[in-house]
């Protein structure tokens, strides 16, 4: 399925994971964003749980497994062409998950992923809903302290 001038919006997912003060990002590969910093996720499938497609999204951009839990933050990602088209339309639930296990390999979308700490946020191109996710306010009551 193309992602590219879709006739409808595409759902996706993505997930906030964290291991002791560090969250979960990767440089995307794709647009929209390409190059920038983000938390990692995708397209949700059909027949597929916003729960179960983070999982596995996850496991193929980065390595890493999660058990993913609660909607904390919803944003779209609209972007038009030069003659006013919607090139990509996104409509994205970020869920809040456990880190189980694993050491994070950039693979599929994904240029580069890596743990990144509250202060090393500012030195990164990182994309603006993640930003706004980790500097914002919905779901911060669940995030390790030094996030909050």
């Not at 003060?21 to 499938?45: D, H, K, Y």
């Not at 390595?63 to 030069?82: E, K, L, N, W």
């Not at 919607?86 to 743990?115: M, T």
Request: net charge negative.
């Amino acid at each position: 399925m193309s992602h590219s001038y879709p006739i409808q919006p595409i759902p996706a997912v993505g997930a906030v994971v964290f291991k002791d003060q560090s969250v979960l990002l990767v440089r995307r590969g794709q647009p929209p964003n390409q190059g920038l910093w983000a938390i990692p996720g995708g397209c949700v499938q059909l027949g597929e749980t916003l729960q179960g497609a983070a999982e596995r999204e996850i496991w193929e951009e980065t390595g890493i497994r999660i058990r993913a839990h609660r909607p904390i933050y919803f944003f779209d990602t609209i972007d038009r062409d030069g003659e006013g088209r919607v090139r990509y339309h996104y409509v994205i639930v970020d869920l809040l998950a456990d880190y189980l296990d694993g050491w994070p390999v950039a693979n599929d979308d994904a240029l580069e992923a890596r743990w990144v700490t509250p202060s090393e946020l500012d030195s990164l191109s990182v994309s603006e809903a993640t930003l706004n996710l980790l500097r914002g306010g919905q779901g911060k009551d669940a995030f390790p302290s030094g996030w909050r």
